[in-house]
């Protein structure tokens, strides 16, 4: 007679395992797919063992383990393939039209909390410059750790001015760059550059011709180098006629391959944040300017 048979191994909730973060050594082995295929036999991200936890309402996605020459709050980035973002809505905003500093919800595909998001701009700037300002965003994990700092310069956003493009550095954790991005002279297309800390070119990001978020999704096509393959995309998402029309609180969406390194998913993530004020701001800073609330 047969003895007991052992236990299967537990799986790992969050998608098949992926290459350990930090051993990519230029942009041609950033490790980005079309479409995520296996690595039998290469190193595995340790299975997620805690279980989701619920603060304040919030349900929070559960603390991966550490990972080596992986940025401290990143490893969350190795367990998912899309981020959605959700803009809080600031009743002082609605009700009195004064600019106050973004905050946002970063979550998974299962509505869990990844990190929050919060916009460190004074008054004067936030007021006089509208949605063109220069900012820090700090971007802080379940933990209460700041590990991504956003830092956008105060820059032109005309295409008359090819010189002073818009640009954003990204570091992970604060203090240490892992990435930029760039904006691309165009004559009507919004384009994008996504760099290495050593400013070596990674994606590239294109934009429709019209920017125009009216009853339908506006996509952002996140593409290789030579922008022949398409392999992530940033989406503005439709929140219906009276979230458009009386506030600037954005929904986004950020797909990107499993395998991409964690330190281009954060990179992606700031993408996001400078595609929302460049193109999507203006509405409220209008509307904020003329007086209509």
Not at 51 to 72: K, Y
Request: hydrophobic share 35%; glycine share 8%; charged share 15%.
């Amino acid at each position: 007679m047969q003895g007991p048979q052992p236990a299967p191994a537990p799986g790992v909730p969050y998608g098949p395992p992926q290459p350990v973060p930090g051993t990519y050594q230029g942009a041609e082995n950033y490790g980005f797919q079309a479409q995520y295929m296996g690595f039998p036999g290469g190193p595995a991200v340790p299975p997620v063992q805690n279980q989701p936890v619920m603060h304040g309402g919030t349900i929070w996605m559960p603390v991966p383990p550490s990972i080596p020459n992986c940025p401290p709050g990143l490893e969350y980035l190795t367990q998912i393939d899309q981020i959605l973002i959700h803009q809080q809505i600031e009743l002082l905003e609605i009700l009195t039209g004064f600019e106050t500093n973004n905050k946002y919800e970063l979550k998974n595909a299962l509505g869990q909390r990844v990190y929050f998001a919060a916009e460190d701009t004074d008054c004067c700037t936030r007021m006089f410059c509208g949605p063109s300002r220069s900012f820090t965003l700090r971007i802080i994990d379940n933990l209460g750790r700041e590990v991504i700092t956003l830092q956008r310069p105060l820059r032109c956003s005309s295409c008359c001015f090819p010189c002073c493009l818009q640009e954003m550095e990204v570091q992970a954790p604060p203090g240490t760059t892992v990435g930029y991005v760039v904006q691309n002279w165009h004559p009507c297309l919004p384009k994008f550059t996504i760099q290495d800390e050593k400013g070596m070119d990674i994606l590239k990001i294109t934009g429709p011709c019209v920017v125009c978020s009216c009853c339908e999704d506006v996509n952002f096509e996140v593409k290789s180098v030579d922008e022949t393959c398409t392999v992530g995309r940033i989406s503005k998402h439709w929140t219906g006629f009276v979230k458009e029309a009386f506030t600037d609180a954005d929904n986004f969406g950020i797909a990107f391959p499993m395998d991409l390194d964690v330190k281009m998913k954060a990179v992606m993530i700031g993408a996001c944040f400078l595609i929302d004020f460049m193109f999507f701001e203006h509405g409220a800073d209008r509307k904020q300017q003329s007086g209509v609330w």
